[in-house]
């Protein structure tokens, strides 16, 4: 990504000591108006300053949060493990690392939040390790009958407030397809229900592209939703490319956020005996904007790293 033009700085330093209002997002000029670049609250984690963030620091700092920090940290920044040279987040997440209700589970949220009306692309690049072998890998894999929910679900982002009760809209998650785990969302009123399937989890680097609409009041059901898989536009469960009449907000908030996780089932080892050790996934340069073209620098290139 190209650093933020000189020029661009001044004139939106000259709107604010002119009185202007508020510095427009950079976004609106083709680049992310957040983007991965920042972080705080995790050891070892480097902090990019000024140009790199695209945008005001405060709005892009990700928040992470694992329920038993370690020593080491379960969520932290490490050099990608496929050799790209990127720093990445690692989420090794053991069974023992366990939330409220007892689910292991990481997260990083983004300190972006997103309200009624919005129309928003969210780039999510992942490295989900799909065997023991693969570079980077923890000593357990996801299980073959992996899900949004039930005893063996496993979701690797979502949209949610931190620490909001209701059940989050939308969920980045996996099932069993022809025989193999594949990539797939569920969503919205059609909670419970995949709403695009995708291709098999492999031991590679992949994007996906969110283009959501966001409906105009909680409770209502006018957002719409596109999805990119690495750059291809995708047909979803309604035989289209695009899918509405879908809400993103939980019931009674009119904002939420976006969380990348690694978050998996609380009876899945103590009943069923899988998933018991850690498993460790990789996120990439997450970006929100305004355009596809605004967060599609952000597009992984597999096998060679986000």
Known sequence: MSK???????????????????????????????WFGIYSGSPGCPTLGGSTTYGNPQNTLWQFNSWNRGPPPHVRCVTDPLGSGAIVQAFSIPDSDRIGNGSPRGDSFANYPFASGMDRYISIPMYTPASRDAPGAGNVVLPSNCGSSGPTFFLFSQLEWPGEEPSPALRVTCTNSGGAVRWAIDCCNKAGEVIWTGPPIDN???????????????????????????????????GQTTMGELHFLPAGYNYTALALDSYRSNVGCSVYRFMCGTYTLYHGAAAIGPTYASVARTISDPPHGP
Do not use: M, Y
Not at 7 to 20: E, M, Y
Not at 210 to 229: A, D, I, K, P
């Open 4 to 34: 933020t033009k000189p020029w661009l700085a001044t004139a939106a330093l000259l709107l604010v000591l002119l009185g202007g209002g508020a510095v427009v997002s950079c976004g609106a000029g083709g680049r992310p108006d957040h």
């Open 204 to 238: 590679a680097w992949h994007d996906l592209i969110l283009h959501l609409h966001f409906e105009s009041g909680s409770g209502r059901s006018n957002g719409w939703l596109q999805v990119w898989h690495d750059g291809v536009l995708q047909t979803l469960r309604n």
